[in-house]
């Protein structure tokens, strides 16, 4: 039989895969509002589950630590796993259902009263501050031309309530999504539950797979680097949502003491604000300090402001460095970029994940390189590469061959001996 022809036989292949990929790129194409609608029908029927694997994400830190205080205090003389992993499972479900009870029950009813009032407030205050353009900007035709534009910018040209009416019927629609999926949401907490409670034997079957499928060069590295960016993410996302609720109760501290209306939006800005690093707290605290000031004049505000950046400068530079680890903590410059970039791409979720995923990606890099530069016998700190040329890169080379062929040397001469 005569042999295949290894060349002709391997452009064909190439040939009939790119083919195929061109009709399967086609067919999408074409398809696109079928394919979406097919996947948004998908991920509507397993909502519960990504629902369950959401809460398990954010129960899994709590649980965990009530574990170990369960742990010390029901285990001291005889070991109750199954136990003491019950009750930080139903304690820390309690807690969820405990919020989640808030919101409904105090936080949404308060957060619509809150709506209605700065829609009215909105109407006022545009009325008047048009009256204050119209009589003190008449002999101004370039800033009454800017006030016009930025006015239907904002509300509009034809409705002048256009801009508050968007802001609530999207306020609404939000509502209305989140009572749509109560159903699913409660069914996502029985399969958190599930997952939490099976935790271990998942995280068997996960290691089993990943042993079984990965190249055995490739298994300790892989498993570390994911432990790694799960435990940086973790740890990040914990440090941020305390820091949430700080500001978040210092704000509620603040607005009562002020007796500042609008109460719930004020707070929630704050408090959803400060879970996005660097560039979150920035729009949070001028947002807020903005509102304090229009609602309750200007020397309020200044106080209100003064006590707000206080904090953030006493949170940035006393306690931050001690709650978080400084490989999550890079540059101002470059976490703002970050949170930037991944917001553009992913949205809010990408604009939280930024750091931790940035970070945990840097050391892994470093790690990489520190370990290729250590296997070619150059130095590894990023001083000696300020003036490094190809002279010396070419020297570390000659050594580095030198080296292996002294090595090899003494192995062939031992292999000798032996023989």
């Not at 890099?365 to 001083?383: G, M, Q, W, Y």
């Amino acid at each position: 039989m005569k042999k295949l022809n290894q060349t002709y036989f391997t452009i064909a292949v190439y040939v009939l895969g790119v083919i195929a990929f061109s009709l399967v790129f086609l067919l999408l194409f074409t398809n696109l509002g079928t394919i979406t609608s097919a996947l948004t029908t998908f991920l509507t029927a397993i909502s519960s589950i990504l629902y369950g694997i959401l809460f398990a994400f954010l129960l899994f830190p709590a649980v965990k630590r009530l574990d170990a205080l369960y742990t010390r205090l029901l285990c001291q003389k005889k070991p109750h796993p199954h136990l003491a992993s019950g009750f930080s499972i139903a304690t820390a479900l309690l807690i969820a259902l405990g919020l989640i009870a808030a919101l409904l029950v105090v936080i949404i009813p308060r957060l619509i009263n809150d709506a209605g009032e700065l829609y009215h407030f909105i109407l006022i205050t545009k009325a008047r501050v048009d009256d204050f353009v119209a009589q003190n900007a008449a002999t101004h035709p370039i800033l009454r031309d800017l006030y016009a534009t930025l006015s239907e910018l904002l509300f509009g040209t034809s409705n002048s309530t256009a801009f508050v009416d968007s802001l609530v019927s999207s306020l609404s629609e939000l509502l209305s999504t989140v009572v749509g999926q109560v159903s699913s949401i409660f069914m996502g907490l029985i399969i958190a539950v599930y997952l939490l409670a099976s935790r271990r034997i998942i995280s068997g079957i996960t290691g089993k797979l990943v042993v079984a499928l990965l190249p055995e060069r490739h298994v300790n590295r892989f498993v570390l680097f994911f432990k790694r960016l799960y435990t940086d993410f973790a740890s990040f996302s914990f440090h941020r949502l305390i820091i949430a609720f700080f500001f978040g109760g210092m704000t509620l501290l603040l607005c009562l003491l002020l007796r500042v209306p609008l109460l719930s939006v004020i707070v929630l800005l704050s408090l959803l604000s400060h879970l996005i690093p660097v560039v979150g707290p920035i729009i949070g605290t001028t947002g807020s300090v903005l509102l304090v000031i229009i609602l309750k004049g200007t020397w309020w505000g200044v106080f209100y402001a003064v006590i707000i950046l206080a904090l953030e400068i006493c949170m940035t530079n006393v306690f931050l460095p001690q709650m978080l680890p400084h490989k999550l903590r890079p540059p101002i410059a470059v976490a703002a970029t970050m949170v930037l970039l991944f917001y553009s791409l992913f949205g809010i979720i990408g604009a939280f994940a930024a750091v931790p995923i940035y970070a945990t990606l840097n050391i892994e890099i470093r790690r990489l390189l520190v370990h290729r530069l250590a296997k070619k016998n150059l130095p590894v700190s990023s001083e000696a590469y300020q003036n490094f040329s190809s002279v010396n890169y070419k020297e570390a080379t000659e050594a580095l061959a030198a080296k292996k062929n002294e090595e090899a040397e003494e192995e062939k001469d031992e292999g000798a001996e032996n023989v």
